[in-house]
C-alpha cells in the first residue's frame, strides 16, 4: 500500500510538473521588458513582453476562457499601426498596438487555418 501511495505521488508530481513547464514556457520574468498591456472585450488581458537577451516577443493572455503563453512572436508596423503576431499550431493570434484612429485603442484576432475566429476591441491599460 506504501508503494502504491509513494508511486501515485511521484506520479502526480510528475505530472504537474511537465504540464506546468509546458503552460507557462512564454510567461515572462525579470529577463523580459513588458512592450503592451491591453484590456480586451471578452474579458481578455493580453500582454506583450520582449525578452532583452534575444529580442524574442512572448505573448500572455489571461480570461475567464483560460490563460495561453506563446513565443516567438514577430512584429511589423503596417500603415502606422504595430501588430505583432504568433503562432500556436493551426492558430495565428494578432494584437494590433492602436487603430489608425487611436493609438490607445486596439483590437485582438484569433484566426484558425487563416480564417478569423474571433476580433475583440482592447483599450490600452
Known amino acids: 500500500m506504501k ?5 501515485s505521488t511521484l506520479l502526480l508530481a510528475l505530472t504537474t510538473c511537465i504540464l506546468g513547464n509546458f503552460s507557462l514556457r512564454a510567461s515572462a520574468d525579470s529577463t523580459a521588458d513588458l512592450i503592451l498591456s491591453m484590456k480586451c472585450q471578452g474579458g481578455y488581458n493580453i500582454d506583450i513582453w520582449k525578452k532583452y537577451s534575444s529580442g524574442e516577443l512572448l505573448y500572455r493572455s489571461t480570461s475567464s476562457h483560460g490563460d495561453l503563453s506563446l513565443g516567438r512572436g514577430t ?3 503596417t500603415e502606422g499601426v504595430r501588430v505583432y503576431k504568433f503562432r500556436n499550431n493551426n492558430y495565428q493570434y494578432w494584437v494590433w498596438d492602436g487603430t489608425l484612429d487611436s493609438q490607445q485603442s486596439g483590437t485582438l484576432e484569433v484566426y484558425k487555418d487563416n480564417n478569423i475566429l474571433m476580433q475583440q476591441a482592447c483599450t490600452k491599460r
Do not use: C, F, M
Not at 508503494?3 to 508511486?7: F, G, I, P, Y
Open 75 to 77: 512584429s511589423k508596423a
Open 3 to 7: 508503494t502504491l501511495l509513494k508511486r
